[in-house]
């Protein structure tokens, strides 16, 4: 390994083995290489001595990183890389977990929204197809029918491998990745190597990591290039869908929704309902589908035929998928997106709780709803503490003009003062002048004041949480779970039994 990724060392004994790597060292397993990373608060091999009493074999570190350990644990043998860490991390952790090798076809799904729904429909799909899925995505990882829990949205490349490893221990010969820009950047990715990898769309988000949108889209671009995948494929309705497949290295295949663009598959939505969207995707050389999703959008069709798109791309043929589904419809279930908590059959309003936490997903979900919806909308929201604050004013507004009341809660409000964020949501949304504003700081009561205005065929949407168990307040991690919440609450108006 030292030769083979030009590492210096250090006391390294010889035939050390190596069982894995780990880039934290409260992680560290007996055997572990450990990985002391330079971060933005501290120098990971601050905590060698720590890593050391856990068992690791030996650290992987930069110069300043060897000088530290030299200190904190002088008997760990050190492997010492020139270049920053994560430049040599994935390909050592491939390595040591053995996932160069490993010959299930992989997918990879980047874009601003719905990268966690065509995770879940890739999986979905590749089940009707008899193919044995594992997925990685901002919900949850699972590994065949195991779930793990997730932190990142696209984990450390130590965390991927050994994520991949276990794939394919258990038979999984399909996995569908989420890609974030961060991962990109990061080189998280690195030593995975994509069989097809996609992009749905793209507008304004984490511009508190990338500064501008030109980088925050040069990160999702590159994931178009040889060193990353096989082959792409493009949703081109929007200007930048066109350029990643203008300015993509790699070869792709373009998908569009809206008629007469030039494309070489084609969506027609046929029916929609607040129970999902029925489609018809026509392609290249006769390739055809007719199905539906039981979560209601256009989006959701669109990311139906994305996913359906990339498995025909690495050698699945829609015919082979189509065999294994009931009509064409594709039963996903896909936790905290859209997620109905009230039953379908039940004569009183809805409520939905989703993760959307962009502009872009709001207009998305709410012109959707505004399609369906057979009465008042309501929409509940809040915005992230320590992150893009130049997206809430937008948020705001879209949420105003697509629903008839917003109530403006708190979400993680982190370290920022609660207020100051509703504030910038209120502006914003005051600023469409077409919903009731109104604010209600403490989530718990905002979603039974969203409960006693709602009537029997009113909708009530519950954007930001989705999935998520805990709410970070002030570096505090207090649990909180919407689902639950909203669950409790409709249990408390006699709306669910
Ligand atoms: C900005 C960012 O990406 N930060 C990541 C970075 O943290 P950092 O540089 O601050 O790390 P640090 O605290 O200085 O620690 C340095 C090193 O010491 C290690 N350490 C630290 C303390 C200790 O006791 N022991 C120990 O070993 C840490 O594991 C780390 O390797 O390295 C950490 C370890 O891998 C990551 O967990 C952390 O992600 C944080 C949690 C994060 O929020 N990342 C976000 C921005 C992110 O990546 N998001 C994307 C997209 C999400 C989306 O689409 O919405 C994602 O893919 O999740
Ligand atoms: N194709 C789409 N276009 C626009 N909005 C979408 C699309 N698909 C889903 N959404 C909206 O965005 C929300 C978040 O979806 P999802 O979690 O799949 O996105 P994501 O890209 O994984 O987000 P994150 O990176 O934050 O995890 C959905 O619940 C829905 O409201």
Redesign the pocket.
């Known amino acids: 390994m030292v030769d083979r990724f030009g590492l210096r060392t250090s006391g390294l004994p010889t035939g050390l083995a190596v069982t894995g790597v780990s880039l934290d060292s409260r992680d560290v397993r007996p055997g572990d290489l450990y990985v002391g990373m330079p971060g933005a608060q501290r120098h990971g091999a601050e905590f060698a001595g720590q890593a050391a009493a856990s068992g690791a074999s030996a650290m992987l570190t930069d110069a300043p990183g060897a000088e530290l350990a030299a200190a904190a644990a002088p008997d760990l043998p050190v492997l010492v890389s020139e270049a920053h860490p994560r430049t040599v991390l994935g390909d050592v952790a491939a390595a040591v977990y053995g996932t160069d090798g490993f010959a299930a076809r992989i997918f990879g799904v980047t ?9 879940y429909l890739l999986a979905e799909l590749l089940r009707a197809a008899g193919i044995t899925a594992g997925l990685s ?3 949850e990882r699972r590994i065949g029918d195991e779930v793990v829990v997730s932190n990142l ?1 696209s984990p450390e490349a130590s965390e991927l491998h050994g994520l991949l490893a276990r794939m394919a221990e258990v038979g999984v010969a399909g996995v569908a990745l ?1 890609v ?1 820009a961060q991962a990109v950047v990061r080189h998280r990715l690195d030593g995975v190597h994509f069989d097809v990898v996609a992009f ?2 793209f507008s304004q ?1 984490h511009l508190d990591e990338f500064g501008d949108l030109e980088t925050y889209f040069a990160a999702k671009l590159a994931l178009f290039s040889p060193e990353h995948a096989e082959r792409g494929v493009v949703v081109v309705d929007s200007p930048w869908g066109q350029r990643i497949a203008r300015e993509s290295r790699i070869p792709v295949t373009r998908l569009a929704t809206e008629y007469g663009q030039d494309a070489d598959w084609h969506l027609a939505i046929t029916r929609q309902t607040l129970d999902g969207v029925s489609f018809v995707l026509q392609g290249p050389e006769g390739a055809h589908f007719r199905g539906s999703v039981p979560v209601f ?1 256009r ?2 069709a ?2 139906a035929a994305l996913a359906l798109i990339m498995l025909h791309e690495a050698g699945i043929p829609i015919e082979q998928v189509s065999r294994g589904l009931d009509h064409g419809r594709i039963p996903v279930f ?1 936790p ?3 997620e109905q908590i009230t039953e379908s059959g039940s004569s009183g309003p809805r409520f939905y709780v ?5 502009p ?2 709001f207009a ?2 709410l012109d959707a709803l505004g399609e369906v919806a057979p009465g008042r909308i309501i929409f509940l929201f809040g915005a992230d503490g320590d992150r893009d604050t130049t997206k809430r004013e937008e948020m705001g507004r879209i949420a105003a003009a697509g629903a008839d009341t917003v109530i403006v809660c708190d979400y993680h409000p982190r370290s920022e003062p609660p207020e100051a964020i509703r504030a910038q949501l209120i502006a914003g949304a005051r600023s469409a002048r077409h919903a009731d504003v109104i604010e209600e700081g403490d989530p718990r009561a905002a979603v039974r004041l969203a409960i006693s205005l709602a009537d029997p065929g009113d909708v009530i949407l519950y ?1 930001g949480p ?1 999935h998520e168990d805990h709410q970070e307040v002030a570096g505090r991690f207090i649990p909180y779970s919407a689902r639950d919440e909203v669950r409790g609450a409709l249990r408390e108006a006699g709306l669910l039994p």
């Open positions: 874009g601003t929204n719905g990268k966690t729904s065509v995770v995505s901002t919900a949205t989420e974030s749905n769309n988000d959008g989006f959701m669109e990311n896909i905290g997106r859209l989703d993760y959307g936490h962009t872009g997903a998305a979900m954007a989705g």
